[in-house]
């Protein structure tokens, strides 16, 4: 399976869950780094894009919600 991250065609290996334990998100090492860098040094504004990215961008997010 790919990542979800917008663009980015690399094998996925790392699942996202929400607090349900339903995946949201299958990420690469590399984009999976990123959200958690996102989320342990908090700037709401890095945060947010990140994660709507980690979706597969906007329209994948929104639809998704």
Known sequence: MECTWKNCDIEATHPQLD????QWANLCVDHH???KDC?????PKRF????????GGAKAAASRL
């Open 39 to 43: 989320a342990d040094n908090f700037d």
């Open 48 to 55: 947010l894009s990140a994660w709507v990215k980690a979706q």
């Open 19 to 22: 607090k349900n334990g339903k």
């Open 33 to 35: 780094r990123r959200l």
